[in-house]
Structures are given as C-alpha cells and as structure tokens.
C-alpha cells in the first residue's frame, strides 16, 4: 500500500495532461480556422486590388490611344 499515493498522483496528472491537451487542441483548432478566414480576405481584397489596377491601366491605355476631339486628328 506505501505506492497507492504514487499511483493516485500519477493518475491526477496524466488526467491534467489529456484535460490540458484536449484545450490546447481545441484553442489551436480555433487559430487555423481564424487564420485561415483572414487569409482568404485578403487574397479576396488583393484580387479586387489586382482587377482595379488592371482596369485602370487598360482605361489610361484607351486614352492615350484615342484623340480627345475629332479635330485633333491630322
């Protein structure tokens, strides 16, 4: 009987450990999903980004190709 205290402590620790790890997992489930949602926003915010841009080059393009009036053509 002198190792039933050791067994009982070892039993309350490994019962802390799995309580311990279960949380762990869980707060670490809850960082990939909010990381993982804030990565999709900003690949969502810098394709808009890449597609003004774009339009914005093809708009200024248009312009310097076309005249302003017609009677700046020569």
Known sequence: ?????TYVLL???LLLLVVLLV???GV???LRRT???VS???HDRTGLLRARSAALRVAVAQRREAPRT???RQ
């Open 40 to 42: 999709a926003a900003a």
């Open 1 to 5: 009987m002198p190792y039933l205290p």
């Open 23 to 25: 949380r762990t997992i």
């Open 70 to 72: 017609q009677y700046h």
């Open 11 to 13: 039993a309350v620790g």
């Open 28 to 30: 670490l489930r809850r």
């Open 35 to 37: 990381v993982s949602m």
